[in-house]
């Protein structure tokens, strides 16, 4: 079992920055690929951002390239994910992901679960 704790949620004005952390414990953190994702009120939960187990490859949902960076330090068991220029659009609560077999951007082919954080962006 892994578990997973986010942090870093907030209310912040449009054209802000937010960190976003999560926490992993249980099995070994550096052996999971890990994603955020996100969910606005009566909406599916999309794909934002995943990272490999080694932090050498991630990738991006094209909403949110070159505003958000997905980031790890396995030494902390924590990935985090900077959010710069939000928009109102990107209010949702936000949840991290991890997996064991690839690097997925499907939120059925993740393991485990955070329990979400909120993330409002007033206008």
């Known amino acids: 079992q892994v578990q997973l704790v986010e942090s870093g949620g907030g209310l912040v004005q449009a054209g802000g920055s937010l960190r976003l952390s999560c926490v992993a414990s249980?099995?070994?953190?550096?052996?999971?690929?890990m994603g955020w994702f996100r969910q606005a009120p009566g909406k599916d939960r999309e794909f934002v951002a995943a990272?490999?187990?080694?932090?050498?490859?991630?990738y991006y949902a094209d909403s949110v390239k070159g505003r958000f960076t997905i980031s790890r330090d396995n030494a902390k068991n924590t990935v985090y994910l900077q959010m710069s220029s939000l928009k109102p659009e990107d209010t949702a609560v936000y949840y991290c992901a991890a997996v064991l077999t690839g690097i997925p951007s499907s939120q059925y082919d993740y393991d485990y679960w955070g329990q979400g954080t909120q993330v409002t962006v007033s206008s």
């Open positions: 249980g099995r070994t953190f550096s052996n999971y690929a």
């Open positions: 990272i490999s187990w080694s932090g050498g490859n991630t």
